[in-house]
């Protein structure tokens, strides 16, 4: 991670926590890249690192507001992500469920890119039926805020609270488990 | 869920952010000050004789200690409530009161009569130590490890502990104004097992309370 990375990294961050939702979305991309070759280095053989991925995002989401807007960014992200894995680790310490055979079911999956089902589904059956409609129609279909309103029959106000109740409330099934 | 259909949720949701950590922070400690406060003169009290005492070197530097104490265990738990504080970087910040209430103990060492060591450390009080700091405390430490809860600590166990030293401190600030056993040999001792069982109490439930 060179100086320059890191100070647009911030740069985004910073824009995003002011407000900017697509610098938001370009920053959690970016978070998702570097995570992604970090865990991949790091989760072989254990949990999915696409997981830890996405528990990070989420970790992110939820604490943001533990970042001062003056610190290098990397160091607080991968600090989110080491917390992520090794509560993947214990997790799966805890129940054992993967085979031998899974994981190279698994690593086959990933080399023809098989659509998989991460634990982040499993986490999106837990949530109220309101919320889950919410969080699947602005991820999985793509919807905006307004026009997630309107198919669903909703105000908007009441859409970005399902949203935020959903998120938090699969944020806090990883955490707090 | 693909990571990039999470993106789009999390994208959506960036007008709600959580409230700044230094306003959880403060506030948490406001309310535990005023909790303290109402604890303290609803079941103790200062002395009567607190105006002759505040003349005296012994009494304030238990002040001293105890706000010592509650100043760096507070930093400190600020610190570890955010992901990447490596512990090892600021706990000795900590060393601070120890190091006070020891010196304390050496002055004190010299300056009193061996005689007298050990119906100082003794004292009269040292049962309602043990039970009204813990019981000052508790409110305090609640309430920090609600503000805890709210941050991302990478080590809960140990920031919970750290959150029961603050709470502590606080707790011992309070009492201090009451106990009339002034000798840094009774500090170093009852007040030290007593701030310890809230810091133990915190490390218990802050691995806990402060899971995320």
Redesign the interface.
Known sequence: MDGVDERSLARLFRA??A????A??NF??EA?RLVRAWARRRAFGGPDP?DI??ET???I????????SD?PVT??L???A??KLVDALRRQGRHPRVEISEVEDRVAAEEVET?RD?E??RA?ETLTPGQRSV?TA???E?R??SEAARSLDMNETAV?VA??RG?AAI?RRF??D | METHELIKALAADSRRTGVAMNTVWWGAVFVAIVVATTVFFALLGPRPDIASAAQTIRFLFKFVVTIALAASAFGLLRLLSRPETDPRGVLPYLAVAPALVLAGVAIELIVAPAETWSTRLVGTNSLQCLTFIPLIGIGPLALLLLALRHGAPSHPTLAGAIAGLAAGGIAATFYASHCTDDSPLFVVTWYTIAVGVLALLGALTGRHVARW
């Open positions: 995003a926590l407000g900017d939702e697509r938001y979305g959690l991309h998702a696409e991925v996405q995002l989420l970790a989401h939820v604490k943001r507001h533990t970042w001062r610190d160091p607080w991968y600090a989110i080491k917390h659509v991460w982040i589904g999106l969080v602005i991820s999985v793509g905006t805020i970005r949203l935020h998120l944020a955490g707090r």
